[in-house]
């Protein structure tokens, strides 16, 4: 039956995805990345993710310069830097 090996998968935990991610990230040490939209939704997530994999952040925003800030300030929490660039 389609989908019958599905249905006797067991879920996948939050804790092996995590994992899972940590072997493929990319090592992103001693780079600076400039992230168009970088204030909300996909590009924060990319900001965020960037900095976690060792790059310096430029976060990009048109007109929320708060949540742009926000975005820095959590970069700087994993000790790299960012600036908010607005444009």
């Known amino acids: 039956e389609v989908g019958e090996s ?6 996948v935990s939050a804790l092996s995805a995590s994992l899972r991610l940590e072997k493929t990230m990319i090592d992103l040490i001693g780079r600076h990345i400039f992230v168009a939209g970088g204030s909300r939704g996909i ?3 990319t900001c965020l993710l960037a900095a976690r994999a060792g790059a310096n952040v430029s976060v990009n925003y048109v007109a929320n310069a ?9 970069v700087e929490a ?10």
């Open 66 to 74: 708060d949540a742009a800030q926000a975005v820095v300030w959590e």
């Open 6 to 11: 599905y249905r006797k998968s067991p879920p």
């Open 78 to 87: 994993m000790g790299r830097k960012a600036v908010a660039v607005q444009g």
């Open 43 to 45: 590009g924060r997530a």
